[in-house]
């Protein structure tokens, strides 16, 4: 049997990590020090080390001062010997445990790993059915003692971290670096869209997901007592790690199955309040010759190529007569002609309610402006329809240029719902309008809202175009004003100073580095990695679940960098952007102020070159250690004379953003304008 210290294993880019160095160095390491820890696992190639020895050697050579933690547990998860998703049900089974039986957890924590392992079962098994019902229904399986023995050194750590954070917290962050570090592995619906269909959907008793991924759909769902969340999902993992999230989340009875929804629906027998659904899209191998007589199908037999109006009407009947159904879609449901029939239907017996055009985005494939859908299951004592409320979202409020303001898209999307729902009518130009059911049934049905939407109102055009225009010209004046001076002299002939890296920065103590959680206080403004990137100002919100002060929150002077990529990007906060909450795939510097200009931090980390030099890439994705960014190593005065041009950059920088922003609104209103006859050709 492996020993419990032996095994998590880390490989040579965990141990870089961990001692704030290359992998190089690491290489380095194992060819010059005879006592270097030798592989257990993994290949020639990609050899794995147990995390422990590891620890100790880097300890003992004076590499190592203290592991974090966060990092800690993340390694013992990330490096298990049954991977990742074995790891985060074990540790989700172990915080259920301690979240709802602490007595029980410090019982069986006093005795040793091996009896630990041998006990926990027994108490997991309680708290489980006590969590998620009989064991024949349930998708969370109570693993063996065997099985438990491995996991050992990462419960004991999850639980030494959940006295920090508390057991849903730290569930949270050990999933999303997860999901973080291996986002192709899971369909992810972010927080903004998934709350925006959460509110849409409304307060329910009982909500389903029939395709719950990793839960997010349902755990945006707004809470009421007495409420029941079930999910459902083709892979166990999956199915397992929703109902783990969910129980960690809230009080709410908690049901998830894992088997195939279309083929094998597990709740054939029961109706939901709500049904909320981020399905597969482009599913060809959905069940189409199985299901060809399934009584589901009542508004016509979907195409092979229209999976997602299968998963349309499976969410209809799943509901209760009145309730709502809310589909993120692609939008090619909206207009494809093998699917005109079923929508045409949809909109006859007054299923389908709204079709709301997000913008580009906001949720992956990030490509594609999705849909989401709003439906209504039809029944006696439910009145028809008021037509269908078409939502063009990318012509929402936004920030200033490319960056799109979710909180205000999100507003605007939930104002022209809630007047729809509530009056039946719901008509703002360029944004939002309630068409009649018949004007939708020609020969296409197309539902997309950007071919129904009449442009914005003329009025005062010539006018805003003016603004714009003017707006534009003090912005290009001012880029001219601001456009850098080359440096005198020859640059080749100037000594090069000596570098430093982050890492060694902050083992030294000139600066601290802090990873974002994407959560705060309910209401908080969300800095992105996006917003980083395009030197917007924060557009995300922090939901009021994911409160607690261990929240990342930005003050003057830090430096954020996204980790995410592979551009050469670093931001400093400065007083409009103070106080927002970190979001994922950030890293945030707090320098020294009496070792670290910011600017001439953020300055040297957005070099090209250090960049390529501290990333790793896997397939077409690319990872930056942060830690393995290069800097000179100066004192405060000799720091300044980069401090000022790079902000003299940033500047320069801002002002073309701005000029690049009002070029293109100019050029699009002036287009609109003489195509849509609102502005005279001369």
């Given at each position: 049997?492996?020993?419990?210290?032996?095994?998590?294993?880390?490989?040579?880019?965990?141990?870089?990590?961990?001692?704030?160095?290359?992998?190089?160095?690491?290489?380095?390491?194992?060819?010059?020090?005879?006592?270097?820890?030798?592989?257990?696992?993994?290949?020639?190639?990609?050899?794995?080390?147990?995390?422990?020895?590891?620890?100790?050697?880097?300890?003992?050579?004076?590499?190592?001062?203290?592991?974090?933690?966060?990092?800690?547990?993340?390694?013992?998860?990330?490096?298990?010997?049954?991977?990742?998703?074995?790891?985060?049900?074990?540790?989700?089974?172990?915080?259920?445990?301690?979240?709802?039986?602490?007595?029980?957890?410090?019982?069986?924590?006093?005795?040793?790993?091996?009896?630990?392992?041998?006990?926990?079962?027994?108490?997991?098994?309680?708290?489980?059915?006590?969590?998620?019902?009989?064991?024949?229904?349930?998708?969370?399986?109570?693993?063996?003692?065997?099985?438990?023995?491995?996991?050992?050194?990462?419960?004991?750590?999850?639980?030494?971290?959940?006295?920090?954070?508390?057991?849903?917290?730290?569930?949270?962050?050990?999933?999303?670096?997860?999901?973080?570090?291996?986002?192709?592995?899971?369909?992810?619906?972010?927080?903004?869209?998934?709350?925006?269909?959460?509110?849409?959907?409304?307060?329910?008793?009982?909500?389903?997901?029939?395709?719950?991924?990793?839960?997010?759909?349902?755990?945006?769902?707004?809470?009421?007592?007495?409420?029941?969340?079930?999910?459902?999902?083709?892979?166990?993992?999956?199915?397992?790690?929703?109902?783990?999230?969910?129980?960690?989340?809230?009080?709410?009875?908690?049901?998830?199955?894992?088997?195939?929804?279309?083929?094998?629906?597990?709740?054939?027998?029961?109706?939901?309040?709500?049904?909320?659904?981020?399905?597969?899209?482009?599913?060809?191998?959905?069940?189409?010759?199985?299901?060809?007589?399934?009584?589901?199908?009542?508004?016509?037999?979907?195409?092979?190529?229209?999976?997602?109006?299968?998963?349309?009407?499976?969410?209809?009947?799943?509901?209760?007569?009145?309730?709502?159904?809310?589909?993120?879609?692609?939008?090619?449901?909206?207009?494809?002609?093998?699917?005109?029939?079923i929508r045409a239907d949809l909109l006859r017996r007054g299923a389908l309610r709204a079709v709301i055009a997000l913008p580009a985005g906001v949720?992956?494939?990030?490509?594609?402006?999705?849909?989401?859908?709003?439906?209504?299951?039809?029944?006696?004592?439910?009145?028809?329809?008021?037509?269908?409320?078409?939502?063009?979202?990318?012509?929402?409020?936004?920030?200033?240029?490319?960056?799109?303001?979710?909180?205000?898209?999100?507003?605007?999307?939930?104002?022209?719902?809630?007047?729809?729902?509530?009056?039946?009518?719901?008509?703002?130009?360029?944004?939002?309008?309630?068409?009649?059911?018949?004007?939708?049934?020609?020969?296409?049905?197309?539902?997309?809202?950007?071919?129904?939407?009449?442009?914005?109102?003329?009025?005062?055009?010539?006018?805003?175009?003016?603004?714009?225009?003017?707006?534009?010209?003090?912005?290009?004046?001012?880029?001219?004003?601001?456009?850098?001076?080359?440096?005198?002299?020859?640059?080749?002939?100037?000594?090069?100073?000596?570098?430093?890296?982050?890492?060694?920065?902050?083992?030294?103590?000139?600066?601290?580095?802090?990873?974002?959680?994407?959560?705060?206080?309910?209401?908080?403004?969300?800095?992105?990695?996006?917003?980083?990137?395009?030197?917007?100002?924060?557009?995300?919100?922090?939901?009021?679940?994911?409160?607690?002060?261990?929240?990342?929150?930005?003050?003057?002077?830090?430096?954020?960098?996204?980790?995410?990529?592979?551009?050469?990007?670093?931001?400093?906060?400065?007083?409009?952007?103070?106080?927002?909450?970190?979001?994922?795939?950030?890293?945030?510097?707090?320098?020294?102020?009496?070792?670290?200009?910011?600017?001439?931090?953020?300055?040297?980390?957005?070099?090209?070159?250090?960049?390529?030099?501290?990333?790793?890439?896997?397939?077409?994705?690319?990872?930056?250690?942060?830690?393995?960014?290069?800097?000179?190593?100066?004192?405060?005065?000799?720091?300044?004379?980069?401090?000022?041009?790079?902000?003299?950059?940033?500047?320069?920088?801002?002002?073309?953003?701005?000029?690049?922003?009002?070029?293109?609104?100019?050029?699009?209103?002036?287009?609109?304008?003489?195509?849509?006859?609102?502005?005279?050709?001369?």
């Amino acid at each position: 049997m492996t020993p419990p210290d032996k095994s998590t294993e880390v490989t040579a880019a965990g141990i870089a990590r961990l001692a704030g160095v290359g992998r190089a160095a690491v290489s380095n390491w194992r060819r010059r020090h005879g006592d270097f820890p030798k592989p257990v696992g993994g290949t020639d190639t990609s050899p794995a080390f147990a995390l422990a020895e590891v620890e100790r050697w880097l300890r003992a050579q004076g590499k190592l001062v203290e592991v974090p933690l966060r990092e800690r547990v993340w390694q013992q998860l990330a490096g298990h010997p049954a991977g990742p998703s074995t790891a985060l049900t074990h540790t989700g089974l172990a915080l259920l445990l301690l979240r709802d039986r602490p007595p029980a957890w410090l019982a069986l924590s006093a005795v040793s790993d091996e009896r630990l392992a041998a006990l926990l079962p027994e108490a997991l098994d309680e708290a489980v059915t006590a969590r998620f019902g009989i064991r024949r229904r349930r998708a969370v399986r109570v693993p063996e003692p065997a099985e438990l023995l491995p996991s050992v050194p990462l419960l004991r750590g999850a639980a030494e971290l959940a006295a920090e954070l508390g057991a849903r917290r730290t569930y949270e962050f050990l999933l999303g670096r997860q999901l973080d570090a291996n986002p192709r592995q899971y369909t992810l619906t972010p927080e903004g869209p998934a709350a925006l269909m959460a509110q849409i959907a409304g307060p329910a008793r009982t909500v389903l997901d029939p395709a719950c991924g990793t839960g997010a759909l349902l755990r945006a769902a707004p809470a009421r007592p007495d409420q029941y969340l079930y999910g459902q999902d083709s892979a166990p993992e999956l199915a397992a790690l929703t109902a783990l999230r969910l129980a960690l989340h809230s009080d709410a009875t908690v049901r998830t199955m894992a088997a195939d929804t279309l083929r094998a629906d597990a709740y054939d027998d029961r109706r939901a309040d709500a049904v909320l659904c981020h399905p597969p899209f482009n599913e060809r191998n959905w069940g189409h010759d199985e299901l060809a007589y399934d009584p589901r199908w009542t508004y016509g037999f979907p195409a092979r190529a229209e999976s997602e109006l299968a998963w349309v009407q499976h969410a209809l009947a799943r509901l209760v007569d009145g309730g709502t159904a809310v589909l993120l879609m692609p939008p090619a449901a909206a207009s494809r002609r093998s699917g005109r029939r079923i929508r045409a239907d949809l909109l006859r017996r007054g299923a389908l309610r709204a079709v709301i055009a997000l913008p580009a985005g906001v949720a992956p494939p990030y490509n594609l402006p999705l849909h989401v859908w709003v439906l209504r299951r039809p029944g006696p004592a439910v009145p028809p329809a008021p037509g269908l409320l078409l939502v063009e979202a990318a012509g929402a409020p936004a920030a200033e240029g490319h960056d799109r303001h979710w909180p205000a898209v999100q507003d605007a999307v939930l104002d022209a719902w809630h007047a729809f729902d509530k009056h039946g009518t719901a008509d703002r130009p360029g944004l939002a309008r309630s068409v009649p059911v018949l004007e939708l049934l020609d020969d296409e049905v197309d539902l997309a809202p950007a071919r129904r939407l009449p442009p914005p109102a003329a009025d005062g055009a010539t006018t805003d175009l003016a603004a714009v225009r003017d707006g534009l010209g003090e912005a290009l004046r001012r880029a001219a004003d601001l456009n850098p001076a080359l440096p005198p002299g020859d640059p080749a002939a100037a000594p090069r100073p000596p570098l430093t890296t982050v890492g060694e920065l902050a083992r030294a103590g000139a600066l601290s580095l802090h990873t974002g959680t994407g959560t705060g206080t309910g209401g908080v403004p969300l800095l992105t990695d996006h917003d980083v990137l395009t030197g917007g100002a924060p557009s995300g919100t922090a939901p009021e679940a994911a409160a607690d002060d261990t929240a990342v929150r930005t003050e003057p002077g830090d430096v954020v960098v996204p980790v995410f990529g592979g551009g050469a990007a670093a931001r400093v906060i400065d007083g409009a952007t103070a106080g927002a909450a970190l979001g994922r795939g950030l890293t945030l510097l707090r320098p020294d102020p009496a070792a670290l200009d910011p600017w001439f931090l953020a300055g040297f980390l957005r070099g090209t070159a250090n960049h390529r030099r501290a990333s790793s890439y896997a397939s077409t994705s690319a990872r930056l250690d942060v830690r393995r960014l290069e800097l000179p190593r100066l004192p405060l005065a000799g720091q300044r004379g980069y401090s000022e041009r790079f902000r003299e950059l940033a500047a320069f920088e801002d002002a073309l953003r701005r000029a690049a922003g009002l070029g293109e609104r100019l050029v699009r209103g002036m287009h609109d304008g003489l195509t849509e006859g609102t502005l005279p050709p001369a």
